[in-house]
């Protein structure tokens, strides 16, 4: 018998044992085809959150490959490692030689500087933002503003006082409460009002240096800056979206701020609390009733109506009480106990009192305590340990598209280069000239042992000046507005400027490369490091994934549950086939020894239980493939939701995951299925091998 009649010959057997023993091959086929299903969906699964994860993180701040010191104590992890910004990965002293090595490498599309630092701000407090509201009055000539806002401060005054008051029972300092508390009373009095409308000037410098200082320090909010070349980092990074201002003009220094942080840390209290519980009751469908977090929330909420009530002019004072008291049906009520109702929210109230808020409340208050246009005032700790603060002005708010709700993405602020490594500590060839100048200017000698006292601390003339300047007092500010100061400060800070040759000759500490085609990136790779090493530069260059830190490993972990999960159910399929298989040679047992009496070869015996096999696990293999290959195309259209959770917002690249299937996937997912059910075939096909023709008589008997 010829090789393709043998073959003929099988597949026959093969199909009508199979279709003798459907019931059994049934079940079998239908364990293959539920393993093929779900190999193909994991995998096409995985394939695309892999996809959508390269996308966001790629697309976000991390470039295809990061350049960082080759020396570094730690591993890069733009996204935050196990101790954040304090993580040491060194330093590029230059970013001029890395550019220069890889700008005009055939894969390369840009090359962007980079370096991550943390910083905090010192958000202001209700005082501080209505002194700064009279101050901006009072120089625009403004006196009805002023009014209105001094009758503020005498509200948040009066709470002040009132909390100082509380304070005498607890304290053994009593003379400085009442030495407040005195302050207190100067500014309530009438002729403090005098006062102030004569001289506005004057009683704001009171009231800035005497006054201010009792109410204690705003809250202070952590930011995760990326100093970058803006022009360069806004064109190639595709995420970025500017959703409101500018952006920050060519060569000037300023900031872009996230509108992911924004919202969270700057955005007025109340407002943004709102948001929160009106995303998750009205947008999610949680129940505070059935939530006991939400539900507390929502229990604090009416406790800070102050914040409202304090922010709100005088005339829409009046326009915002009239409308809660036909809003709330309280036509007794003032202001104060209207806020308090209005933010007592349920179930049933929640989603009309959002849509009044943001109609008839917000436009009157201030939402954002950093305003576009205005300097923030960053500060940070250098890298030799001092504290170095810095105004930066703020042009504008961005997102990185489809990533709007994810914290991870969203917890990057950008601010240009050369403000970046001030706040870093990293000195300019400016900055080291204009230190030179000085050292040259300043005189020095040297002094001996008996005179050093002296020229540290003046001779006798000196140290009696001195005491004569303490009798009378010092104030370091006299003659000066300090208001005034501040502006001028701020007004240095906008003009500050810089070039294209500024930003490449400094210090970086890693560089972003943006590849022309993702599909080149293990040759890019080692194009890459082949040409830092080529410069002798100490640096080395990884993907995007590890150097996403622990963020880029999330995938290693999906990666590992999917194939264990899968693995259990091809161990348990494994088994099944294979006593199915077994029981099935036994009650084949006759039919068998008839074949080998009759002269089938024991090759021929197992070869045909093999064809079995294989062409069942085609059959089925193929079903479950094309199973998953519909319903993954199911999942395509109507997409696979993150559920809010901000990891998978990140790793899905978006809200929900748009899946796909390859055909690579698919057959992938038969071939496994086939090899699976060979390997379970192997022993009952030793066992239909291992039967004698005589056992086909006795069965007969």
Known sequence: MTGSASLRLLAVLALRNLWTHRAKSL?????????????????????????????S??????????????????????????????????????FAPVKAALKDLP???????????????????????????????????????????????????????????HTLSLTSDVARVEQDVAIFDHVTAPEFTLFLERTPLEALEYLDTKLAPLAGDGRTAYMRVLGTDLDQFTKEFDRFVLIEGQLVPQGKSG??????????????????????LYDAVVVQGHRLAYDAKLRDQARRLPAQYARITYDVSAEAAAKLEAALKAELKLPDANLADLMKAFLTIDDNNLAAR????????????????????KPLTLRSFTKSGYLKAVNVPIYGVFDFKGLESSDLAGGQNLIDLPTFRELFGAMSEAQRAELAAV????????????????ALFGDAADIQGVQAQAAVGFDEFSGEALGDIKKAAEAATADRRFTAVDIDNGLVLTAAVVLKSRDRLVPALQAVQGALDQAKLELKVVDWQKAAGLVGQVIWVIRGILYVAIGIIFLVALFIIHNSMVIATIDRTSELGTMR??????????????AETLVLGLIAGIVGSALAG??????????????????????????????????????????????????????PALLANSVPPVVAMQAKE
């Open 255 to 276: 900031m872009l701020l996230s509108r992911r942080y924004r919202d969270e840390f700057l955005k007025n209290p109340v407002a943004r609390d709102l948001d929160k």
């Open 27 to 55: 079940v079998v086929g239908a364990l293959m085809a539920l393993g093929t299903f779900l190999l193909v969906l994991g995998n096409s699964l995985l394939a695309s959150v892999e996809v959508g994860m390269e996308r």
């Open 354 to 373: 959002h849509a009044f808020f943001e109609a008839q409340i917000v436009p009157n208050i201030r939402e954002y305590t950093a305003e576009i246009g």
């Open 439 to 454: 050292k040259a200017r300043v005189a020095t000698r040297d002094v001996g042992r008996d005179d050093a006292e002296a």
């Open 597 to 610: 009496a009759i002269g089938a070869q024991r090759l021929f015996v197992v070869t045909m239980f093999i």
């Open 630 to 683: 519909l319903f993954v195309g199911y999942l395509g259209q109507v997409g696979l939701s993150a559920g809010g959770v901000d990891v998978l917002v990140f790793v899905f690249s978006g809200p929900r995951l748009y899946p796909s299937v390859s055909l690579m996937h698919q057959l992938a997912g038969v071939a496994t299925i086939v090899v699976v059910s060979l390997i379970a075939t192997f022993y």
């Open 107 to 165: 894969d390369v599309q840009a090359v962007v500087p980079m370096g991550i630092t943390m910083a905090t701000v010192a958000l202001p407090g209700e005082l501080e933002l209505t002194l700064t509201r009279m101050r901006e009055a009072t120089h625009q000539g403004d006196a009805t503003s002023r009014t209105r806002l001094f009758a503020q401060v005498l509200q948040i005054v009066a709470q002040m006082k009132k909390d100082t008051q």
């Open 57 to 94: 993180i790629t697309g976000s701040i991390a470039g295809h490959m990061q350049v960082y010191d080759k020396h570094a104590k730690d591993e890069l992890a733009l996204f935050g490692g196990g101790m954040m910004a304090s993580d040491d990965i060194g330093q590029i002293s230059s």
